[in-house]
């Protein structure tokens, strides 16, 4: 059973198991340093469909299954998908979920997607009945672009504090058994934190107070501090939030020590490829945790670690209306399993 | 803990105490049969606010006070709110989370989210470190014409097959302990289900397939048949959908008894009030559930019901792209407390 530590952590007491992980993602993502570690590097951002978002839901759906694949359990095994994406309704998610005919719990935390599913599957999980749970999320820069900004077609200029929406997918599946990649230690769920960021080409500002809220408690409610964790790891701040993160930590005295950090939107481009921020997207922090996070946990370099994906909660609408964009970002403590 | 029975079915063995309720309606929803037995109907459907969207968020975040208000528990005593809506990138319950400040998890599951989230969060109390939690779900028919169909001042006309979207909130803290309204004794996550409907303005006849899906596999896991519940209360199918779905059950030799079956969609306004089908949205489920539902298990009328939320699974450019309409259902069977 999970219980409460301080406020707002819950502590895994039989430490569920990411049994297996998948990532699939896009040409550009394949060209960065992470490119050799996906399981699928698409050649074509379309995934051969007619439009991106049919390409988003295949590569949504790829992934689950490459996951499931390698854990060697079948869909109607898995009692559980929880996921979401950032198109409107969630439709990459729904559809992929359609496909694979397993009961679909429907997430949307922004590109706080992937962390979110992970703490909720961990909770079913260790609750007894839910096992395994597939935990998904995905994103695609094509078809974020063209719902949040301007479609490709009209070659817009991008701001230099804007981010890069990755084109990819990342699963794993929870179980309470068993032998896996890593282990579930603790999470702590996110509240919403809006520090007045009004400019939606600039995400990683409107995100870093969240994240530090969520890393904050965390470390109040276990009495840890940041040099015990061998990564501190932000889902898509980018080079500006990622700064401003490590200015909000030192303030209230917890600084993130000297190569210790590390942020999935730092990781995925070559920073050649004019990115400008850096990476963002659910997809980012989802395929980052399979490709890098899990394997590093799983050889050992990495003991425990601390993954925090973190969500802008925007839509076109509101910040036409002139909203501010708050911030969300939940946590997991990861550990070798 | 909860224990799983059947392949689908989960039991909650220390049954979750809805402890109080709450719903937020407009004026057309104020001028129906439920009119009295809302907690607030505006007079507004702006609710003091410069846009619509302003207001379903007011209204989602008004529902949630009076609910915690009518429990005697403060926003900071909340381990966590479980919601969504229907806006691109729920922003109303996003906005509402932000003023709240309790932790966030973003749902979505279209008209479903009622259940969806009643689901989950009895998952999260029995396990015992989120306790007490905070479900809600809303919708606007501004804001969902606006962005599903066409803005309110185009004058279109509409089909009729067509449902009104509910102006209203409605939301129910969950706890594992203590006396309250009703108690939450099993449930059902959906699957998502696409029998090749693909028109967005028939959203019954596309949740019906996902509506007798859900109900099959809760009667086949428990053993149970339609005629052990008062009532079988959908979400909101309207009056094309409830059709469809008293077929697909007759078909499955699984009838649903004269007089046992209710469908919020048609519940919530004055036949005359020209609403073609019936009602639809988040909120029309969640705020039937608040007014009419929970007090008649409270008042022993009703001793036993099962309460399953439709969400049709669409956006605009799904719908565009030419893909049919998938469906999912979340079902929960309520007892009197």
New interface residues.
Partial sequence: ????VGS?T?FFDSRPVILSSAAVVGPKEGRGPLGNSFDLVLSDPLFGQ??Y??GERKMFHEACVRCLDKAGVSADQV??LLG?DL?????AA??A??EL??????????CSTMA?SLL?GS??S?????DPVLCAAGSHYATAER?YRFPLEYGNQRTPAAQWTVTGAGACLISSRGGGLARVHSG???????LGVSDANNMGAAMAPAAADTLLRYFYDTGTSPKEYDRIITGDLGQVGANLLHELMEKEGMPIPEGRYMDCGLSVFDPQDDIHAGASGCGCSASVLSALILPKLRAGEWKRVLFMATGA??????NQ?G?TI?G?AHLLCLEGA
């Fill in positions: 059973m999970p219980h409460r707002y819950i007619d439009s978002e049919q009692q559980a979401g198109e409107n309704q969630i439709m729904s559809l979920a359609r005919g397993i009961p679909f719990i429907g997430l949307y935390g922004a979110e909720l909770l079913l260790e609750g007894g009945c839910f719902q702590t769920a996110g509240r919403v934190v809006d909660l925007l839509s076109p609408t509101t209306q909203e708050p969300v």
